[in-house]
């Protein structure tokens, strides 16, 4: 199955598109901060040994992919308060 179906934004679509190219989906676990991604954006996806899975390579039916998903900006990199000492 062509690995463009896994190109995908949030967390949900990704895993529409995985179970409808029958692939199974699994989740890297830990605090993936990214300044520039909404929680629960896909940040990468991988195969269960590690790598990367890029649009257009081609999985055997039943195999596991990996999601890495956002889980926002990392805290306290928001702005300055004003008044604050």
Do not use: C, F, N
Not at 19 to 32: F, I, K, P, R
Request: cysteine-free; overall charge negative; glycine content about 16%.
């Amino acid at each position: 199955m062509p690995a463009e179906t896994l190109v995908v934004t949030m967390q949900a679509d990704a895993e529409a598109a995985l179970t409808a190219a029958g692939l199974e989906t699994d989740y890297v676990v830990g605090d993936h901060w990214d300044d520039g991604a909404a929680i629960g954006s896909v940040l990468s996806v991988t195969d269960a040994d590690g790598g990367a899975v890029e649009p257009g390579q081609s999985l055997k039916r039943g195999s596991a992919v990996l999601l890495t998903l956002s889980v926002g900006p990392a805290p306290g990199r928001g702005g300055s308060v004003v008044g604050a000492a």
